[in-house]
């Protein structure tokens, strides 16, 4: 198995201002002459860690993290004003130009996998490839699946704790019940809320109990972004047309692309991977057999590690022993 390689830190950071009143944190680390990679984080709410960077061989890849807006160390935390698909897409695009970048590989688990494949349909000229996580489509079925019925028959005893803060009677919508909490005036009512969207969340996104995977979704401040920027994106269908993601893969058809997705997946069906795969024949999936959605999963973190080493030299044109 392969793990994560050993921790690194930056050598750039940048603030970058964009559409008021966001401004976006990003890093860079790695080797900056390397093979540029962006790091493409879930949610939307998650931000980076220090573990983001750490799936690249760094003397190989440039490795580029950043915060969305409202998330980790971008600012306003939690904001939604001027929060969209379209937004993140144009911020990618700034961020591409501002560190001087042609192409670069795009690297995104769950929400990260959709913003990933928006990007590239909207700019497949920048993309040299992608690898992607915990497939995520944004299609009306995958909300109801996991907000409203379909994983609550897995696990009855989370979903009650999911529910909890919602009365019997708006249960009926439970993304329109959490979203008017989780944007109303009571900060009390709001954490109440958002603790439980995201501890649903933690909960289910491993095929064995994680304790750190679950406290890392609890986190409060983390807690609220999570909470308030995924309700706010899935009420408006994540700012995205019907189905848009497999209409438009034929603009990206001839980028090389591998899918890595864990056979029990709660959160992400395996589905939503099997589609995408169906759709884009230049793309390679691998199931993971023992593993959910969380990239921390160890059968997830291998396949990734190996996915972004084979990409290096597929596209530096490396041998083997070179990678």
């Not at 939690?78 to 042609?102: F, K, P, V």
């Not at 913003?115 to 992608?130: I, K, T």
Request: with cysteine.
């Amino acid at each position: 198995m392969q793990t994560l390689y050993p921790d690194i830190k930056p050598y750039a950071r940048h603030e970058l201002a964009v559409e008021a009143p966001h401004q976006l944190y990003v890093d860079e680390s790695g080797t900056s002459s390397g093979l540029p990679v962006v790091f493409i984080h879930g949610g939307p709410g998650a931000g980076c860690d220090a573990s983001s960077r750490r799936y690249f061989d760094p003397t190989l890849y440039r490795i580029i993290t950043f915060d969305q807006r409202g998330c980790g160390r971008s600012t306003p935390h939690a904001s939604l004003e001027n929060n969209t698909t379209q937004a993140l897409i144009a911020d990618m695009e700034r961020i591409r130009e501002h560190l001087g970048i042609e192409k670069w590989v795009l690297f995104g688990g769950s929400w990260g996998s959709t913003l990933a494949l928006a990007y590239a349909q909207a700019h497949p000229q920048r993309v040299l490839g992608l690898i992607l996580r915990g497939i995520f489509l944004a299609r009306p079925e995958e909300f109801r699946w996991f907000y409203q019925e379909g994983a609550s028959r897995l696990f009855p005893d989370y979903w009650e704790d999911y529910v909890a803060p919602i009365p019997p009677e708006e249960r009926g919508d439970l993304m329109t019940a959490f979203y008017k909490r989780l944007t109303g005036p009571d900060q009390i009512a709001q954490m109440h809320a958002a603790k439980a969207w995201s501890t649903w969340e933690g909960r289910t996104a491993t095929l064995r109990p994680n304790a750190v995977v679950v406290d890392r979704f609890c986190e409060a401040a983390r807690a609220l972004s999570i909470a308030r920027i995924e309700c706010h994106y899935f009420v408006n269908n994540a700012f995205l047309e019907p189905n848009q993601l497999l209409r438009d893969i034929g603009k990206i058809a001839h980028l090389p692309g591998v899918i890595v997705h864990g056979r029990y997946d709660v959160i992400c069906p395996l589905d939503n991977a099997w589609a995408l795969h169906k759709a884009w024949p230049n793309s390679e999936l691998q199931i993971i057999r023992d593993a959910g959605h969380a990239a921390a999963e160890s059968g997830i973190t291998d396949a990734l590690v190996r996915a972004a080493d084979d990409m290096a030299r597929r596209l530096l044109n490396l041998a083997p022993e070179e990678a």
